[in-house]
């Protein structure tokens, strides 16, 4: 039963007595004279506790034998090493290293790395990262009982960072697939592997976030779950558990302290698994045939901000924004255009572009879907039939020379000439691009910080076409002291900013 009783004075307070028959939880609040809501709530150390186990010993004693460790070896070629050499193109340095003034002969070497894997059935399939057996040329997997054999690469996938590998050998113990989609931000987490090759290692954290996506060189299909467990160089293709046993990510990235993604920096709680809902599809493709192939609409999207989804007319974020579309590709066919915002597919709600990528991407060439989305504020839906995705995607940025800057609005601080033919070639850019090449931002604007850069081709400003310096200071003047919405092209690919007056 409560009792509350409030006290009015200049500054009040409220107790509020709590008779607990489990606990006698007892808390306090302090309120302030001008409010009946209390300002804070101090719980009791009688308060309710978690109820965890206290050890986890029988669920690592059944998940360890399945996760193994990988040590692999590339013979790197002599060919190889001067190519990748620059002291050894040149005829200056090639005498240190030669003695005499004589070319100096590289030998082949080899190259060993080591990392961990998780078996997925009994026969001896195994799941592993690329990078812990790319380009190797023999493969050795040691057993938590200490057996050893020399496996055989059945197929990688460096888009995802996954590989499966095969030992010969039956019984095996293999751990059960969970359901990345179901885990939860501070569900209890496992990494097991082998860190530094100092022998199997379990560390415990929780997950930590989902959907992560890093910055990479090439074209990545990217969902991470980020966990605090423990991971380090060597725990790369091993095993991110739950609770119950069940295998929920391959552990294959860390953020080192200096704020990248790196294999000689150690632990500081930010590591990342792949799902294994995506592990999945790519494994069982590699098992039937040895390469992944990946489902394609032909349209570049990106993700969507307060300010670009207001631009648009939508009420929130979710959704992918269509930068441009292959003329001949799936997305053109079904009438997909440049402005378009994708929120769902096949009836199932995307919050964003990499969302809407890896579900499109998951699929088989040839499927069928139905997209809703909208087209200048009103609801559209597309029905496209996917083709086959090609090879990575090239990403860039590029640099211009001078120019006039735009001296008011929004855009202030951004210098743009005329995209003559000669800028055109440089940027390596379609000999019917227009627009206005941007040759300097200031820093300190506000387009800065929207991303915008030197070589960026801007065709359209709030959505009208700039074909010249004259329709760019026209549209700028328009717009005023509001913000405006850019159609960029950026060396061939078009994208949305959005970007707001200081």
């Known amino acids: 039963m409560l009792k509350v009783v409030q006290f009015r004075r200049t500054t009040a307070i409220l107790t509020l007595i709590a008779a607990s028959l489990g606990g006698g939880l007892i808390a306090a609040f302090a309120v302030s004279s001008h ?6 709530v101090r719980a009791s150390a009688a308060g309710p506790t978690a109820n965890l186990p206290g050890s986890f010993a029988d669920v690592i004693s059944r998940a360890a034998p399945a996760v193994v460790s990988i040590s692999s070896t590339r013979i790197i070629k002599a060919s190889e090493q001067t190519q990748n050499n620059p002291f050894m193109a040149d005829p200056f340095f090639r005498q240190f ?47 938590l009982d200490k057996r050893e054999f020399r496996a055989k690469v059945v197929g990688t996938d460096p888009q995802t960072d996954l590989a499966v590998v095969k030992i010969d050998a039956k019984d095996l113990p ?20 082998n860190p530094f090759g100092v022998g199997q290692t379990v560390t415990m954290g929780i997950v930590s976030a989902k959907g992560r996506t890093l910055p990479r060189e090439s ?4 969902d991470f779950i980020q966990t605090d467990a423990a991971i380090n160089p060597g725990n790369s293709g091993g095993a991110l558990i739950n609770a119950r046993g069940e295998l929920i990510g391959i552990n294959t ?9 790196s294999g000689e920096g150690g632990n500081i709680g930010i590591g990342f698994a792949i799902p294994v809902n995506m592990a999945e599809h790519v494994m069982e493709q590699l098992v039937k045939n040895g390469k992944v192939t990946r489902g394609y609409m032909g349209a570049y999207l990106q993700g969507l901000t307060a300010d670009v989804a207001s631009s648009f007319g939508l009420k929130d974020a979710n959704g992918a ?7 001949g590709k799936p997305a053109d066919k079904a009438g997909i255009k440049q402005g378009d915002v994708i929120t769902a597919i096949n009836g199932q709600p995307v919050d964003s572009a990499n969302a809407l990528t890896n579900r499109v991407v998951d699929l088989a060439p040839g499927t069928a879907i139905t997209l809703d989305g909208y087209r200048d504020g009103h609801p559209i839906q597309f029905h496209v039939t996917l083709g086959t995705r090609p090879g990575a995607d090239e990403e860039s940025a590029q640099n211009g020379g001078n120019g006039r800057e735009s001296s008011s609005g929004a855009l202030q601080g951004v210098q743009v000439e005329n995209l003559t033919g000669d800028i055109r070639q440089e940027l390596q850019l379609p000999s019917g691009t227009s627009g206005v090449v941007v040759t300097g931002v200031d820093e300190s604007s506000a387009a800065a910080e929207s991303g915008l850069q030197r070589g960026d081709v801007i065709q359209q400003v709030n959505r009208q076409a700039v074909t010249n310096q004259s329709d760019f200071d026209r549209l ?10 850019l159609t960029v092209n950026r060396q061939g690919r078009t994208f949305f900013t959005a970007i707001e007056s200081k």
């Open 35 to 40: 409010s009946g809501t209390p300002l804070y």
């Open 97 to 143: 290293f030669g003695g005499n003034g004589r070319q100096l002969q590289p030998r082949d070497r080899r190259e060993g790395s080591l990392g961990s894997g998780v078996i997925i059935n009994a026969d001896g399939y195994i799941l592993t990262n690329n990078h812990v057996v790319e380009k190797a040329t023999e493969v050795k997997v040691s057993l």
């Open 174 to 193: 293999s751990l059960m697939l969970g359901d990345s989609a179901k885990a939860q931000i501070g569900d209890l987490a496992f990494a097991i592997g």
């Open 219 to 222: 074209q990545a299909f990217e």
């Open 253 to 261: 990235a860390i953020l080192t302290g200096s704020n990248s993604m």
């Open 321 to 327: 924004l269509v930068d441009s579309v292959e003329v």
């Open 476 to 485: 700028v003047r328009q717009a005023g002291n509001k913000g405006v919405l």
